[in-house]
């Protein structure tokens, strides 16, 4: 398939819609960013790669590193995490904390804030270094070494973070964060400030294609149940409250960030990265998802 003539052709139609969304402000350092921007990288796990418009710029990926430390905790010990974390859809934001109180401080998933600083804190008790360890796994995988953490974007969550600090205070009260909340929250808006583009971002998650292998290398990232797991995970959990409706438009396992990156997996088959800032009520890129189900009309890959 002609996947470059694709990716012009979405390009073309999303033209008359760019700017549309609201740009996640709630982060004062991302309200500042150009919600025209867009751009989408497509990488095969035959070797192909593909890209358009804004590719090459970095943005913050925000939630989509949830991905990378749940990659890091499951692969110290995948049984013991879902003691502390669900595997369930939440139905509400992703940065809610109502659920909480009543499921006595166990997050729905991995993917909502909860569930993901409850993976930090596995992260931070399993590394003396735990920046330096999720790092460490962006750079083997996207193969990019200039990877670093925007650490304005980072400052600035730090600063405004107060939601962040009541629902990981709040699971501690329940015992479900064993580390120091300040450092277990400094690592995961360190994660969040991850900067990287849409080349980097489809490279680096093409191993959730390839039963866990990254092509490239033949390293093996993960076993291949985890790798299965973790693209249910993204099917289930990975569009917070819009889970529902992205696997009814477009059907791929995949995970947004309030940056405005999105990551979708076609297994077997390739990693596809789309970034437009400008977001739907639920967090998720409004015109990512809208390309996204483009390619899936013109190419026909969906998981169903
Ligand atoms: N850093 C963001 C937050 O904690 C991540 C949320 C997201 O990308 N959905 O609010």
Sequence with gaps: MLYQQVLQQIFKDIQPLLGQGKVADYIPALAKIDPSKFGMSIHTVSGEKFSIGDAKENFSIQSISKIYTLVLAMAQDNVSIWDRVG?????????????????????????????????TDIVNSSYDSPKSAILSLVHKLSQNLTIN????????????????????????????????????????????????????????????????????T??????????????????????????????????????????????AIVPGEMSIAVWSPGLSTSGNSLLGTKALELFVNYTGKTIF
């Design 87 to 119: 595997r369930e859809p939440s139905g509400s934001k992703f940065n809610s904390l109502v659920q909480l109180e009543y499921e006595s401080g166990i997050p729905r998933n991995p993917f909502i804030n909860a569930g993901a600083h409850v993976i």
């Design 149 to 216: 953490y925007d650490q304005q974007v980072a400052s600035s969550e730090q600063e405004t973070g107060n939601r962040n600090y009541a629902m990981c205070y709040f699971m501690k009260s329940f015992g479900n964060i064993k580390n120091d909340v300040y450092k277990v929250l400094d690592t995961y808006f360190h994660q969040c400030a991850l900067a990287m583009n849409c080349i980097d971002l489809s490279k680096s998650l093409l191993f959730l294609a390839n039963e866990g292998v990254m092509p490239s």
């Design 218 to 263: 033949g390293e093996n990232i993960i076993s291949k149940k985890n790798s299965d797991r973790l693209n249910a995970l993204m099917l289930t959990c990975g569009m917070y409250d819009a889970v529902g409706d992205f696997a009814y438009r477009i059907g791929l396992p995949a995970k947004s960030g309030v940056g405005g990156g999105i990551v």
